[in-house]
């Protein structure tokens, strides 16, 4: 397709499996990660992947970080991917997790397509990487206090960025992985990292404005807020 791809927390998990999709299919990728992995590593050996590290999309640092790597860069695909998953209920309560959940998984996101925002253009889309955990309709099970919070604030955010930035041509899109083997439910989920990655990249691919602030599954389902 030969896009500029970027994605966050690209080192591992979905964000490494997004990052040799979009390569397969001829994009252009730019990695953001913390640290970089072996994977990510080798990937960038052989490919148009470029490894920016010291991205912490919770840090003010981290986002400096971002818009110097990215500076002059136009950016066709942003993939706001990272995120991290604790756990609270009622009995072992803990503000700190909820908090933290809330910087990485809502705060970082938005922060990151601000930051990003003069390096899109008409044409350009931006994938936020959520989890129907954040979905109010949805939630039958109760508990989870700072992950579904964080997700459902990502979520809301989300269409506000799709309003936003409608006037500029530029496409969001809220998806849902589905659940997945990854270190973040310690593998148990029902699809590889790679499947997962492959019906992002096609949903994301098929994105138009018409359909922008649309909140799916990967597997092409639409959700319920
Ligand atoms: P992983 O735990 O495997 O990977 C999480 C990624 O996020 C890592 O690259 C990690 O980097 C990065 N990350 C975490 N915190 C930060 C930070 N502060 N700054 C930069 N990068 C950070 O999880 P998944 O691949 O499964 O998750 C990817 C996305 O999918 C997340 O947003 C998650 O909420 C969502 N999701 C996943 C589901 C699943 O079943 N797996 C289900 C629903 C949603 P590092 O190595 O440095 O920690």
């Keep these: 397709m030969n896009n500029l791809v970027v994605i966050t927390g690209a080192n591992r998990g979905i964000g490494l499996a997004l990052s040799q999709q979009f390569l397969a299919q001829g994009d252009k990728v730019v990695a953001l990660c913390r640290k970089t992995s072996t994977e990510l590593t080798q990937l960038a050996a052989t490919n148009e992947l470029k490894i920016v590290e010291n991205i912490d999309v919770a840090t003010a640092q981290g986002i400096d970080n971002l818009t110097t790597a990215l500076s002059g860069v136009q950016v066709d695909v942003l993939v706001c991917n990272a995120g991290i998953l604790r756990d609270e209920s009622l009995t072992d309560f803990n503000t700190e997790t909820i908090r933290e959940q809330f910087e990485v998984n809502a705060l970082a996101p938005l922060s990151v397509a601000h930051a990003l925002q003069t390096n ?23 508990g989870r206090y700072g992950y579904r919070m964080s997700k459902a604030a990502l979520n809301i955010a989300s269409v506000s960025l799709a309003k936003d930035l409608e006037g500029s041509g530029i496409a969001v899109g809220i998806y849902h992985p589905g659940y997945v083997q990854t270190d973040m439910v310690n593998y148990g989920g029902d699809i590889s990292s790679n499947e997962c990655a492959g019906k992002l990249v096609s949903l994301i691919n098929s994105l138009t404005m018409a359909e922008s602030g649309v909140f799916k ?9």
């Design 120 to 142: 899109l253009v008409s044409g350009s889309k931006i994938a936020m990487i959520t989890s129907r955990m954040g979905s109010i309709e949805d939630n039958t099970s109760g």
């Design 217 to 225: 599954h990967s597997n092409g389902s639409l959700l319920p807020w």
